[in-house]
Every structure is written in C-alpha cells, then in structure tokens.
C-alpha cells in the first residue's frame, strides 16, 4: 500500500518536464500528499491538461461525495473488472506527477525516487461525481508488484509510464489489451530508498525536511 507521495519540483522544472500540459496553474508543492488531500494529475481531451483532484477515488456512480478514501491505490489485478475501476481504465486515465513516494515498513517510513532523481509519471485513473451541478474529480494510483530494488521494502509500487508511451496511456481510444501491456513493474536497478522522519505520518506535516535522511542509530548489537 502506497499512502503518501511528494512533487517539490519547482514551478520552473515543473513546466520543462510537462511542456505541453495546459492548465499549469493547478500545480501545487507538497513533501506530504494522503489521501483525501488533493494534488494535480494530467490527463487529456484534445490536449494535455491538469487539474486538481482528490487522492482516492470516488466512483462516478456515488450517490454523494462521502469519500472514505479507500480507494487510493489500485492493484493491477482485477482492475479491467471492478465496478470502481472498469469504466476509469478503459475512459478516464491520467499521470500523477511526483518526485518520490513513501512505504511504512517495519514501523519506519522510507523516502523512493528515482536513482537519477527525475519526475516520476505515476500511472493513475480519476473519475468525475456530478452532484448539485458542481464537480467532484478524484483519483487512484495504480499499482504492480515491486522490482529488485524494493523487493524487500515491499509487496508493491507504483506502475510508472515510461515518457515514449504518456501519449497512448493518456489517449482515450488506446485498445484496453494495450493499456494493460503498459503497466508493467519498473526496470531493476533505476530506484533508490532511505529512512525518513516518522513525522510523514502526520498528514498535515508537509516541510523539506520530510526528504531528509534519518541515520539509524547504532546499537551494542551492532558493535558485535
């Protein structure tokens, strides 16, 4: 389970990495995104573009917007099935941009980022809730399972499209076989991770020393 993420790029990076989006004004910064706090995604009708969504999708067909959050990752499996899903992986797919993300394990939080520490294009799908004549756009975060690096970190991580195919996942007419060839676990050896600061548990903690790293300290056992 993936339940917290970061995008710090700046404003400038931020535009040299997604040139062509429109709508840059919804992207925001944040070292601490959960659930039900909203961030930007990209998605595409006749061109690219970004908005702002909450993280945790809300299934179109919900009789309110009483969103419990739950579904804010969404494993590969079964994904083309499920009724939250089926209609948002065939329809509605979109990038959720970020420079990291975080896994608890083993009661300690750990930062992972690209070992070149370029912008991550998280594969994610959003859905849209009209109530009241007013919008209610959400998302989830798909995963698959984990690669070498993290392998015993744990059991998953996020399915990342790579830049050559952000076009097809984002085009709505992409075939869905197609769709599924692309969410395929990360190549070993491009991801890196270290302990982080137990305050990342506090969803409304969000300053850079949430990046920094913690040194664990060393006990008498260690010394043997």
């Given at each position: 389970m993936i339940s917290r993420y970061s995008l710090t790029l700046t404003q400038d990076k931020f535009i040299k990495s997604y040139p062509n989006v429109d709508k840059q004004y919804a992207y925001n910064k944040s070292y601490n995104i959960s659930p039900l706090q909203k961030s930007c995604i990209i998605y595409k009708n006749e061109q690219y573009e970004m908005c702002q969504a909450v993280w945790g999708l809300l299934p179109h067909f919900a009789k309110d917007r009483n969103n419990n959050g739950n579904l804010f990752n969404a494993a590969t499996v079964g994904i083309c099935s499920k009724p939250s899903y089926r209609i948002p992986i065939r329809q509605s797919r979109c990038i959720i941009p970020a420079d990291s993300y975080y896994i608890y394990h083993k009661s300690y939080w750990y930062r992972v980022m690209k070992r070149d520490r370029s912008p991550i294009q998280i594969a994610g799908m959003y859905d849209i809730v009209t109530l009241d004549q007013s919008y209610y756009i959400s998302?989830?975060?798909?995963?698959?399972?984990?690669?070498?690096?993290?392998?015993?970190?744990?059991?998953?991580?996020?399915?990342?499209?790579?830049?050559?195919?952000?076009?097809?996942?984002?085009?709505?007419?992409?075939?869905?076989?197609?769709?599924?060839?692309?969410?395929?676990?990360?190549?070993?050896?491009?991801?890196?991770?270290?302990?982080?600061?137990?305050?990342?548990?506090?969803?409304?903690?969000?300053?850079?020393?949430?990046?920094?790293?913690?040194?664990?300290?060393?006990?008498?056992?260690?010394?043997?």
């Open positions: 998302f989830s975060m798909i995963t698959v399972g984990p690669n070498r690096d993290l392998n015993g970190l744990q059991q998953c991580m996020p399915a990342v499209i790579k830049d050559e195919l952000i076009d097809s996942w984002l085009e709505k007419t992409t075939p869905l076989p197609q769709v599924v060839d692309m969410l395929n676990v990360s190549e070993n050896y491009q991801w890196i991770y270290y302990r982080v600061s137990d305050r990342l548990a506090d969803e409304n903690y969000n300053t850079p020393d949430l990046h920094e790293e913690v040194r664990a300290e060393r006990t008498l056992f260690d010394l043997v």
